[in-house]
Nanobody, 115 residues
């Protein structure tokens, strides 16, 4: 069955960096676009970044543009999110998924940006 396992979150000070990973299994990863999402307490889940299959074109939410970078390694069935210049408003649980796939969500990884 499909599994999406996010990792790499933690507590970081404002201005710091984190690298999130999402290990995927149970589907042909290289054929799917992948995205990172986040959900802050009391808010809707929102799209943060996306990367297409094959060409690896990327797209970002305006709030993270220039600070976050999404990438993928099809040999490892893994998608990454490099997060730099983190701000307190980036605090959320971060999830990965293949958009419009209907795959179940993983457990996510908590990112807390606080001094």
């Amino acid at each position: 069955q499909v599994q999406l396992v996010e990792s790499g979150g933690g507590l970081v000070q404002p201005g710091g960096s984190l690298r999130l990973s999402c290990a995927a299994s149970g589907f042909t990863f290289r054929n799917y676009a992948m995205s990172w999402y986040r959900q802050a307490p009391g808010k809707e889940r929102e799209l943060v970044a996306a990367i297409t299959s094959v060409s690896g074109s990327t797209n970002y939410a305006d709030s993270v543009k220039g600070r976050f970078t999404i990438s993928r390694d099809d040999a490892k069935n893994t998608v990454y999110l490099q997060m730099n210049s983190l701000k307190p408003e980036d605090t959320a649980v971060y999830y990965c998924n293949a958009p419009s796939s209907g795959f179940a969500w993983g457990q996510g990884t908590q990112v807390t940006v606080s001094s």
